[in-house]
C-alpha cells in the first residue's frame, strides 16, 4: 500500500475545505430531509424552517439585524456562488436604472466582475475602469473623476484575490452616492476576515461565496439592502421572494448558515493566530531568498495572504516542484488558470514581465500551523535556487 501524499495547503483563496461542523450541519439535508422547503406539508416546512435559520445565521455574521414583516432577513438572498451575485447585482442596477447608462470598476477586480463589464459595454453601456498604482492602491479623487450623474453602478472589491488588499468600502460607497449612483462590492474574500456592519453601512450590494467560508461549492449570497430596487437575475418560481428562482440548494444554503455563524465566531483567530502564520511565511522567505518583491498594500491587506514575485524565473515551475513536495499555492486566481498572460491585477499594478510571471500567492485558513509553514520556509529556497540556475535571465 502506497503512503498517502501530505498535502500542505496554502490556497485558500481559491477553495477552502469544508468545516467537519459544516458538513454534519448539512448532511442530514442530503439524506432523510429532502423535501421541497416551497412544499406546505411539515415534511417541506421542516426544510423551510432550516433555510430561514441559515439566513439568520447568515445576516449575523453580516450585522443584519433588520427584518421584514414575517420575521425574516429578507436582505439575505441565496445563490449558487459568488459569480452569481456579482452577475445579479450589475445587470440588475443595468434594468432598474435605464436612463443611466455608465458603470464604474476597478482593474483589478475579480473576473466575475471585470467579464459582466466587458458584457455591458456590448450592449452600450459605458465602462471606466479606475486604475491602480504599483501596490494596487485605488486613488479615490481619480475614481470620484469617473463617477457622475450618469453612472448607474460602481462596483469594487472589498477586497483583492490575488495580492490581498483592503479597499476603502465605505469611502467609495459615499462617493458613489454622491452622484446618485448604486454601490456594490465583492465581499468574497474579505467577509469571515474582516468584521462586517451592513446595518451601519453604506453598501447597497454585497456578494459572498460559500466555499470561500468553509461551506461547500455552489451556493453564495447576494445582500440587497432593504428598499432598494432589485431586478432578479434568475427568472423563475418565488422562491427567495421572487427576487431569485430556482429550487433552493438546501443542503448547501444550511452549510452556508452553519459557516458563517463560525465565520463570525473565528474573526479574531483569522486576525491573530493565521495572521501571525502568514507574516511568519513572509518573513521567512524574505530573509532567505535574494530579489524578490512582496505585492500590494502591506499597511491594509487581508491577514491570510502574501503575494511574492521571485524575478527571472516562471511562477508555474515553482508550482510544480513544490507541488512535488506536497505544497499547494497558485500564481494568481483560480479563475484564470491556463492563461499564459500574468495576471490582470499584477499588470494593473504595472508589475515587469520578468517578476509578474514568477509571482506566487500563499492564502492561508485556520486550518494551517507552524509546522506547515517552517516546511514551506525549509523547501522554496532550494526550489528558486535551483530555477535561477537554469534561468536565461539570472545573472549567476
Known amino acids: 500500500m502506497t503512503k498517502e501524499k501530505r498535502v500542505i495547503y496554502f490556497d485558500n483563496n481559491a477553495t477552502t475545505a469544508v468545516d467537519p461542523e459544516v458538513f454534519e450541519e448539512m448532511r442530514p439535508y442530503l439524506t432523510g ?47 449558487s456562488c459568488g459569480t452569481e451575485s456579482d452577475n445579479a447585482a450589475l445587470f440588475s ?32 453601456c459605458r465602462v471606466s475602469y479606475v486604475p491602480v498604482d504599483s501596490r494596487g492602491r485605488i486613488d479615490l479623487q481619480r475614481l470620484e473623476e469617473m463617477v457622475d450623474e450618469e453612472t448607474a453602478m460602481v462596483s469594487i472589491m472589498w477586497a483583492n484575490n490575488e495580492i490581498g488588499n483592503l479597499y476603502p468600502v465605505e469611502e467609495i460607497a459615499a462617493i458613489a452616492h454622491k452622484y446618485g449612483a448604486l454601490f456594490h462590492t465583492d465581499a468574497v474574500q474579505a467577509v469571515g476576515k474582516v468584521p462586517v456592519d451592513m446595518d451601519n453601512s453604506a453598501i447597497d450590494m454585497l456578494s459572498i461565496s460559500g466555499h470561500k467560508l468553509h461551506a461547500p461549492k455552489g451556493v453564495g449570497i447576494l445582500y440587497v439592502r432593504r428598499g432598494q430596487r432589485f431586478r432578479p437575475f434568475m427568472i423563475g418560481g418565488h422562491q427567495e421572494n421572487g427576487r431569485r428562482g ?6 448547501g444554503i444550511v452549510a452556508m448558515g452553519k459557516a458563517a455563524e463560525l ?51 516562471e511562477g508555474e515551475s515553482i508550482l510544480m516542484l513544490m507541488d512535488q513536495l506536497g505544497i499547494c499555492a497558485s500564481s494568481g486566481s483560480a479563475c484564470t488558470t491556463g492563461s499564459l498572460e500574468p495576471s490582470h ?10 517578476a509578474a510571471h514568477g509571482t506566487i500567492r500563499f492564502s492561508l485558513s485556520r486550518y494551517n500551523t507552524e509546522e506547515e509553514v517552517d516546511f514551506v520556509v525549509e523547501h522554496l529556497p532550494p526550489i528558486i535556487a535551483r530555477l535561477r540556475h537554469i534561468s536565461p535571465y539570472w545573472k549567476k
Not at 441559515?54 to 439575505?76: F, N, P, T, W, Y
Not at 442596477?93 to 466587458?118: G, Q
Not at 499588470?347 to 514581465?353: N, Q
Request: glycine fraction near 8%; charge should be positive; include cysteine.
Open 263 to 313: 465565520a463570525k465566531a473565528g474573526l479574531e483567530h483569522e486576525n491573530t493566530v493565521v495572521r501571525a502564520l502568514r507574516d511568519r511565511l513572509e518573513k521567512g522567505i524574505v530573509d532567505q531568498v535574494p530579489t524578490i518583491r512582496v505585492n500590494g498594500d502591506l499597511e491594509h491587506r487581508l491577514p491570510n495572504t502574501t503575494s511574492i514575485s521571485f524575478e527571472f524565473i
Open 33 to 79: 430531509l429532502y423535501g421541497n422547503p416551497s412544499s406546505i406539508h411539515n415534511f417541506g416546512g421542516q426544510v423551510a424552517f432550516a433555510v430561514e435559520k441559515a439566513r439568520a445565521q447568515v445576516a449575523d455574521l453580516l450585522g443584519v439585524k433588520s427584518v421584514d414583516s414575517k420575521g425574516h432577513h429578507s436582505e439575505i438572498i441565496f445563490t
Open 93 to 124: 442596477a443595468m434594468f432598474t436604472c435605464p436612463k443611466k447608462n455608465k458603470f464604474v470598476v476597478s482593474k483589478v477586480e475579480h473576473p466575475a466582475v471585470l467579464n459582466v463589464a466587458k458584457e455591458l459595454e456590448r450592449r452600450g
Open 246 to 251: 430556482g429550487t433552493e440548494n438546501v443542503a
Open 345 to 354: 491585477v499584477l499588470r494593473a499594478m504595472g508589475l515587469p514581465y520578468t
